[in-house]
C-alpha cells in the first residue's frame, strides 16, 4: 500500500469508471495472482482494476461507485471479509464475488452471485473468470437472491467469528452463529443446532445482518464450513459435538450462567413479569391458637395464677397450625432459547430518551449509545409535532427516519414525555416491528434510572 494521501494512493484517489466495468481486487500484495489480474486494464475488453489488502478500505470504494467484480482471497490474514461480503450484496445493484482459494476442485456455479475458484489455477482461465462474470453485471443476467448455502460456503477460510441473522423471503429468520470456519450455534422458532442449520441452509433468498458474536455463547452444534453439503442433505450427526458431561449432583443451590443475550426488550419483559408487591400468596393468621395448655387445671389457668418456683410448662415438641392458605398456582415453565433473546431479534438497537432532558436513560447493546444524540432526536420529534399542529392535524403516534441503510423510529411512551428510539438495520419496518415497538414501549417501566 502507498502511504495515504500520495497520487497512488486507490483509497483517496481511485473514482470508478463508467464506460467499462470496474474489478476490485482483495488481497495482499504477495498474491501471485495480483499481476496476472491487474493486466485486465488492457484486456479486450478492458476493465477498470484497483487493488487493495484491506477489507475496511474495500468497503468504502465498493460504497463509492458500482462495482462489478470483486475478487476476494479466501484466506485473508485479518478478519472482516464476511462483513464486507454481506454489507456489499445490500447494494441495490450487488457486485458479483469471485473467492479464490486454496481448495482444488471445481468452482461455484457461474449463475451465482457468489462464486469460488481455486487460487492456484491457470492464471489465463482465472481473468477468463472474471471477464466472464464482468460481463454478466452489466447484462444483470445473474440473480441477485443469494442463499444462506452460498454466503457460508465462501467463508470457509475466513478468520471470522460472527453471529448472522438470515431472513428468507417468507420473512422467517433464523440465527447462524460462526466461528473461524466453523458453525457453533444455531436456532431457528423451536429447532436448535444441526437441523436448524439444516433448514437455514435450505433457504433460497435471504438478507443477512451481520453481529457480534457474544463472549459466553454456549455451542450447540460443531460443523464446518467446507463441507456444508452434508448439513444441508440430512446427514449431520458425525460432526456433531459430544453432549457436555453430566455433573454429579450438588448439594448446594448451583447457579446457572444465563445464555439469552442481554437486550432492552428482554429488560422490560422480565420486569413487566415481576409480581406485584403483595400479590404473593399471603398467610392468613390462624383462627384458633393451639391448645396446649388444655391439660392444666382450671385454677391454674384463672387469673390468679402464679407459678410457684420449680413450677414450668412444658412447651410441646411440635406445633401444627391450620393456615387455611390455597396452594400456590403451578408455574408456568420458561421456554428456553438459548443465547438469543426472541422479542429483542428485530432491532439492531433501542434507546429510551429522558423527558426533562434529552438525556439517553439506557441504550442496548451498550456499545450503540454514541450513535443516539438525545437532543437532536428530541428535537425531530417536537418539530413533526409542531408541523402536524400548523396543518391542523392530530399530534403523530410516532416519526420514522428512514434510507436505504435502515430506519430510525421515535415512539412516545404513553403518560410520560420520554420517547423511545429504534433501529432497523435492514431499512424494513413492517407489522413485525410495529409489534414489537409496540409492545416494548408498553412493557417500559415508568423508571430506568
Known amino acids: 500500500m502507498h502511504p495515504p494521501g500520495t497520487p497512488s494512493d486507490p483509497l483517496h484517489t481511485w473514482r470508478p469508471a463508467s464506460d467499462r466495468s470496474n474489478v476490485l481486487i482483495v488481497a495482499p500484495s504477495s498474491a501471485g495472482y495480483l499481476d496476472a489480474l491487474t493486466s485486465l486494464r488492457k484486456g479486450k475488453p478492458p476493465c477498470e482494476v484497483v487493488s487493495m489488502d484491506s477489507t475496511q478500505d474495500s468497503l468504502r470504494l465498493v460504497r ?3 462495482i462489478a467484480v470483486v475478487v476476494l482471497d479466501g484466506h485473508p490474514g485479518e478478519a472482516g471479509s464476511l462483513e464486507f461480503i454481506i454489507e456489499s450484496l445490500a447494494k441495490q445493484r ?3 464475488f469471485l473467492i479464490l482459494t486454496r481448495k482444488p476442485g471445481p468452482g461455484a456455479p457461474l449463475h451465482r452471485r457468489i462464486r ?4 492456484g489455477m491457470d492464471y489465463a482461465l482465472l481473468k477468463n473468470l472474471v471477464l466472464e462474470a464482468a460481463g454478466q453485471f452489466e447484462e444483470d443476467s445473474v440473480p441477485r437472491s443469494v442463499s444462506a448455502f452460498e454466503l457460508l460456503e465462501s467463508a470457509a477460510g475466513f478468520p471470522d467469528e460472527a453471529w ?8 422467517e429468520s433464523g440465527d447462524l452463529c460462526v466461528r473461524a470456519g466453523r458453525i457453533v450455534y444455531s436456532e431457528v422458532e423451536r429447532l436448535s443446532g444441526s437441523r436448524a442449520a439444516a433448514r437455514i441452509l435450505s433457504w433460497n433468498d435471504c438478507r443477512f445482518e451481520c453481529r457480534e458474536l457474544p463472549a459466553f455463547l454456549g455451542k450447540n452444534m460443531d460443523h464446518p464450513l467446507d463441507n456444508l453439503s452434508a448439513l444441508a442433505q440430512g446427514a449431520p450427526t458425525q460432526y456433531q459435538s459430544a453432549p457436555p458431561p ?3 449432583p450438588s448439594t448446594e443451590a448451583a447457579i446457572e450462567e444465563p445464555l439469552d443475550f442481554p437486550s432492552l426488550a428482554s429488560y422490560v419483559d422480565e420486569l413487566s413479569a415481576a409480581p406485584e408487591p403483595g400479590r404473593g400468596g399471603d398467610i392468613e393468621e390462624p383462627l384458633m391458637m393451639p391448645e396446649f395448655m388444655a391439660d392444666l387445671p382450671e385454677a391454674q389457668c384463672g387469673n390468679g395464677f402464679s407459678p410457684a418456683a420449680g413450677d414450668f410448662l412444658e412447651e410441646p415438641a411440635e406445633l401444627t397450625f391450620e393456615t387455611g392458605m390455597a396452594e400456590p398456582p403451578p408455574e408456568v415453565p420458561r421456554k428456553e432459547t438459548g443465547f438469543i433473546s426472541v422479542s429483542g431479534s428485530v432491532f439492531a438497537a433501542v434507546a429510551v430518551i429522558a423527558a426533562g432532558d434529552p438525556e439517553i436513560e439506557i441504550c442496548m447493546p451498550e456499545r450503540e449509545r454514541p450513535y443516539f444524540d438525545g437532543p437532536l432526536l ?6 413533526a409535532r409542531q408541523c402536524a399542529s400548523l396543518r391542523r392535524m392530530d399530534a403523530p403516534s410516532s416519526v420514522r427516519i428512514r434510507s436505504a441503510e435502515g430506519t430510525l423510529a421515535l415512539e412516545p411512551v404513553p403518560g410520560s414525555s420520554r420517547l423511545v428510539a429504534a433501529y432497523v438495520k435492514d431499512g424494513g419496518f413492517g407489522p413485525r416491528e410495529e409489534a414489537e415497538l409496540r409492545c416494548l414501549v408498553e412493557n417500559l417501566p415508568a423508571v430506568v434510572r
Request: hydrophobic share 35%.
Open 64 to 66: 463509492r461507485g458500482s
Open 94 to 96: 450487488p457486485p458479483i
Open 116 to 119: 469460488t475458484a481455486a487460487a
Open 164 to 171: 448472522l441473522r438470515v431472513t428468507n423471503e417468507r420473512e
Open 246 to 248: 453430566v455433573p454429579a
Open 378 to 383: 428530541r428535537g425531530l420529534y417536537d418539530q
